[in-house]
């Protein structure tokens, strides 16, 4: 359970643009943000299958199963965003906007991001894509086989991506190719989260 909070708490935060959140700060990123809402059905379920190996855990299983396939039926239904089991997701995950979303059979470390029509891994293939911290995945991508990206990858917007990379690399492409080193750190600038950036004069001259 501890777990679970902590990854909880990370993925809010991440959606806050990495600040600590008050209570009513977390409710409104949940109530905003549909890729969070996905995010934390599937930490449930994680939750609920690491309980299997608790003997006090097992009354409880039942009524949180069910618990889980009905959240799980709306979350695809409603925002067309599968986050399976099989894959394993780190802390400070950001899934950007919602639809054609799916993560399965796949590893992705810490303070992942991913948006729109992104498909990591695939349901055919047992053993898929290991992703190091900080990677980003945008829109319309897809990243699957036995591969690795490392640490602070870019996987740009509609690639196809089924070969390993270094880390700090850009990938573009179909097929997707490393094309040169990049540092991906100012990909998600203060006015994509919930809080808005601080006022400065030339923003104050354009509004």
Do not use: K
């Not at 039942?62 to 997701?89: H, K, N, Q, T």
């Not at 894509?129 to 900080?134: A, N, R």
């Not at 700090?168 to 080193?181: F, K, N, Q």
């Amino acid at each position: 359970m501890r777990l679970f909070s902590t990854l909880v708490r990370a993925d809010i935060e991440r959606c806050l643009n990495d600040r600590r959140a008050t209570l009513w700060q977390m409710l409104r990123a949940l109530r905003r943000e549909l890729g969070l809402q996905a995010l934390l059905v599937y930490r449930f379920g994680r939750l609920l299958a690491a309980g299997r190996r608790r003997l006090l855990a097992w009354p409880l299983l039942p009524v949180g199963w069910l618990l889980y396939a009905m959240a799980v039926f709306l979350i695809r239904r409603c925002y067309d965003i599968r986050l399976e089991l099989s894959a394993d997701i780190g802390p400070g995950c950001l899934v950007r906007h919602f639809g054609g979303i799916v993560a399965v059979n796949c590893r992705l470390g810490a303070r992942c991001s991913f948006g729109q029509q992104t498909r990591i891994g695939r349901d055919a293939e047992a053993d898929g894509p290991l992703i190091g911290d900080g990677v980003w995945i945008g829109a319309h991508a897809q990243v699957w086989g036995a591969i690795r990206l490392g640490d602070g990858v870019t996987v740009a917007p509609g690639a196809r991506l089924n070969r390993s990379a270094p880390a700090h690399a850009l990938v573009v492409g179909d097929p997707g190719r490393v094309v040169l080193r990049y540092d991906n750190s100012p990909i998600l600038p203060a006015h994509l989260t919930l809080e808005r950036p601080p006022e400065t004069p030339a923003s104050r001259a354009l509004g």
